[in-house]
């Protein structure tokens, strides 16, 4: 079974600095990366999803971007925060295809001040 | 544009009763449906799911019904227990499987 890793697990940020959270996926190959957030009243808000190396799609106009460097590794940015960024980002892997179940990381609280 | 509706904020159900949570669709598209359970301050974890093959399926405690026409699916809980007390999302992908899509969420408040 795979297995995703999610740091940092807490971090607080002012308004205007970058940031970079990382996330790895062991146990499985070439599987599709996806990261989420959880806001007050939005539910689980799809952010990016990737189905391959360098391969990125974005769901949401906004100051984040992802990047998938290697197979197995998946990073969220951002040059500068705005408060609105603050929530609970949630990395995902799955296998892709019909019938794919995602698997989900520890998440990492992000707050904006 | 929601695609998946989880139009119950919470719900709260006497502990040893059915618990049932409700999701509709708008998107056609879609031929697979998740649910998940998560804790505060934790990852979702996969409960069960269904493919549009199908109208039901069972796992232990858990059975997620599936209505194509009316484009709704129920998540049914017998019987509840204190454990199950959490936020209920219910997902959907197409075909394609590469993007899932969540509803907002219901939280279960299970009573003792």
């Known amino acids: 079974s795979q297995t995703i890793h999610q740091w940092p697990a807490t971090l607080v940020q002012p308004v205007g600095s970058p940031l970079s959270l990382e996330c790895t996926v062991e146990g499985t190959s070439n599987p599709n990366l996806y990261w989420y957030r959880q806001a007050a009243g939005r539910g689980l808000q799809l952010l990016f999803y990737s189905v391959g190396i360098g391969q990125i799609s974005s769901e949401v106009p906004q100051n984040l971007s992802a990047s998938r460097p290697q197979d197995r590794q998946f990073i969220l940015s951002s040059k500068k925060l705005l408060l609105s960024d603050s929530g609970f980002y949630l990395c995902?892997?799955?296998?892709?295809?019909?019938?794919?179940?995602?698997?989900f990381g520890e998440g990492s609280w992000l707050t904006v001040v | 544009d929601q695609q998946v509706k989880q139009n119950s904020p919470s719900l709260s159900v006497q502990e040893g009763r059915i618990s049932i949570l409700n999701c509709d669709y708008t998107?056609?598209?879609?031929?697979?449906f998740l649910w998940y359970k998560k804790y505060p301050a934790e990852g979702p974890t996969f409960l069960i799911s269904?493919?549009?093959?199908?109208d039901k399926n069972e796992d232990g405690r858990f059975t997620v019904f599936l209505n194509k026409s009316a484009k709704h699916l129920s998540l049914h809980i017998v019987p509840s227990q204190p454990g199950d007390s959490a936020v209920y999302f219910c997902?959907?992908?197409?075909?394609?499987?590469?993007?899932?899509?969540f509803g907002k969420g219901t939280r279960l408040h299970i009573l003792p």
């Open positions: 269904i493919s549009s093959i199908k």
């Open positions: 998107n056609s598209m879609f031929d697979y």
């Open positions: 997902a959907a992908s197409a075909k394609s499987g590469d993007k899932i899509i």
């Open positions: 995902a892997s799955g296998t892709g295809g019909a019938g794919n179940t995602i698997y």
